[in-house]
C-alpha cells in the first residue's frame, strides 16, 4: 500500500501563495494518475486539481482554475500544488490522493489512497 505525506502548508494572507508538496512511497508513482481535494470545517471534501501519470493532462476544478497548478516529478515520487490569489474561503485541509483505475479525476471514489492532510490557513 502506497504511503502518502503531504507538506507545505500554513498560514498565509489573502492574496498569498502556498505550494504544497506529497511525497509517495514506493516504485510505481508514475503509474497512477494523482489528485488534490480539500475539506473546510463542516463541509464536504471535496476535488481541488488533478493530474495524469505522465504530467501531460491536468483537471481543475471551477472555483481554482487560473489560481493553481497542479504538476509532479515522477523521478521524486512527488506532486504540487502551487496555490496563489488565495482566499480566506480556501480555507481548509488539503489532501493528496492516487487515483486507481477508471477515467473520472473528478469523485473521491476513484482515489484509493490518501495522505492525511496539510493544514491551509488563509487570514483576511
Known amino acids: 500500500q502506497v504511503q502518502l505525506v503531504e507538506s507545505g502548508g500554513g498560514l498565509v494572507q489573502a492574496g498569498g501563495s502556498l505550494r504544497l508538496s506529497c511525497a509517495a512511497s514506493?516504485?510505481?508513482?508514475?503509474?497512477?494518475?494523482m489528485g488534490w481535494f480539500r475539506q473546510a470545517p463542516g463541509k464536504e471534501r471535496d476535488f481541488v486539481a488533478g493530474?495524469?501519470?505522465?504530467?501531460?493532462?491536468?483537471y481543475y476544478a471551477d472555483s481554482v482554475k487560473g489560481r493553481f497548478t497542479i504538476s509532479r516529478d515522477n523521478a521524486k515520487n512527488t506532486v504540487y500544488l502551487q496555490m496563489g490569489s488565495l482566499k480566506p474561503e480556501y480555507t481548509a485541509v488539503y489532501y493528496c490522493?492516487?487515483?486507481?483505475?477508471?477515467?473520472?479525476?473528478?469523485?473521491?471514489?476513484?482515489?484509493?489512497?490518501w495522505g492525511q492532510g496539510t493544514q491551509v490557513t488563509v487570514s483576511s
Open positions: 514506493g516504485r510505481t508513482f508514475s503509474a497512477y494518475a
Open positions: 490522493a492516487r487515483r486507481g483505475s477508471g477515467p473520472d479525476y473528478y469523485s473521491q471514489q476513484a482515489y484509493d489512497s
Open positions: 493530474i495524469n501519470w505522465s504530467g501531460d493532462n491536468t
